[in-house]
């Protein structure tokens, strides 16, 4: 079996905002493309444009509608929906890594990166199995195990702007939804944000200590009473018409 680094010199990790993400699945696709194109097999699909599709993906959004807890100030709070991303956490303490046979999962000791040697692969669907997240799939056509690398094909390429040297889902989310950093620097953006905010670990009791934090929705504001609001904009804009509309209200009043 495979043995977990005791610790690893940096936590590369991402910071996704629950708050902030409009569910437009912008992530899932830009994460594909890449993927499918660069690091490692490509992702295959099965039938994608039959009646029974599948296919492999990395990163995946779920929909939830939830019921916030009534409080003095809102005793009936309105239902919100809320949308989920899930993707590899890369778990300091990951259980697909310690349960893999051959090897092939492993966890980087230079940033604490999972990933898998696809040569070394042998598509047990152990990890799978371990993985208390189900962030694995297993690629049908090329029969091994796929999960997110962090884009690492992209974030130490120096070929690339600074600017693109993130995950592909971090550069593509239009509502900034996501963050990239190192969770072992307690100054780093991300670092930062989960202690601003409350970031909270997904599955606390599973006691895998996942690297990758979600930051929880925020309350929305309520109206105070009854309010229109378009009636600002409703508002005549002059008490008695001027200029042309002036004469053209009088003239007409002639006829």
């Known amino acids: 079996m495979t043995q ?3 610790s690893t010199q940096r936590k590369l990790g991402l910071v996704i905002d629950l708050d ?3 569910g437009c699945h912008a992530c899932v696709v830009s994460c594909k493309g890449w993927n ?3 690091y490692g097999a490509p992702l295959s699909d099965q039938d994608p444009y039959g009646a029974d599709p599948s296919g492999t993906f990395l990163n995946r959004v779920h929909s939830y509608e939830v019921q916030p807890l009534a409080t003095s100030a809102m005793p009936h709070p309105a239902a919100q929906l809320i949308h989920f ?8 303490d990951a259980p697909c890594v310690t349960v893999c046979p051959t090897g092939a999962s492993y966890k980087r000791v230079e940033d604490g990166i999972v990933l898998v040697n696809e040569s070394d692969c042998i598509g047990c669907g152990l990890c799978a199995w371990a993985c208390p997240y189900g962030a694995r799939e297993l690629d049908q056509a090329e029969g091994v195990m796929k999960k997110c690398t962090l884009c690492v094909d992209r974030i130490y390429n120096e070929n690339l702007p600074e600017e693109d040297r993130e995950p592909a889902c971090v550069r593509t989310c239009p509502a900034g939804a996501r963050h990239f950093g190192d969770f072992s620097d307690p100054d780093s953006a991300v670092s930062q944000l989960v202690a601003e905010r409350g970031g909270m670990d997904l599955m606390p009791e599973q006691g895998t200590k996942p690297v990758n934090k979600y930051l929880p929705p925020r309350p929305k504001d309520g109206w105070q ?3 229109d609001v378009l009636a600002p904009y409703l508002e005549p804009v002059a008490e008695e018409p001027q200029g042309f509309l002036g004469w053209l209200d009088k003239t007409l009043e002639k006829l």
């Open 85 to 92: 991303p899930k993707s590899c956490l890369h778990c300091e």
């Open 225 to 227: 009473g009854e309010t």
């Open 4 to 6: 977990l680094p005791d």
């Open 36 to 38: 499918t194109e660069n």
């Open 20 to 22: 902030t993400c409009v």
